[in-house]
């Protein structure tokens, strides 16, 4: 049959041959522009103008407090405040059942202690492990306490166990015993 066809392509067998690659070719072709040709809508639908109106941000005022309320406490840095206004904190926390926040600012002021006994530098993004080593290492009666400390604190925060009335009585006594 390919003889029969041959015979009325111009070059005999060869010339078949390179007409059916070339048919083969330019199905490919096709069939890789159809696939774009559907997609493309797809595409242009999806497009966006970047001339959107940048959202303005409202003007903060600095305006320095003696203590932060517990809504201004919750970022991880240790704020600038005296340990005794931390600690007061945390009893805020306690007295309204927030026992996650109250153990959070006992750890604080903890660290806020240490530091300003000069015991340790606040090191800003050190984690609870690494405060707890820090202080151990440089004032060695207390690192048991502070080991429990910061096993409180990641146990409630990281690990997402419940905080109890009981953790956080435990978390004062600790801070006392510091």
Known sequence: MAAAIADHVPGGIAGLFVLLVLLALFVMAARAWWRTWLTLPGRLLAWRPRWRRRKTKPEVLDVPE??????????DEVPEVPAAVLLSLADQYAASGRYAEAIRERLRG???????????????GWTVTEFAAAAGTRQPQSAPSLREASSIFSDVWYGGRDATAAMDQRMRALGEQL
């Open 66 to 75: 003696a203590a932060p309320k517990p809504e201004q406490a919750a970022s």
């Open 110 to 124: 903890m660290v806020r202690r240490l530091v300003e006994r000069g015991v340790i530098e606040h090191q800003p």
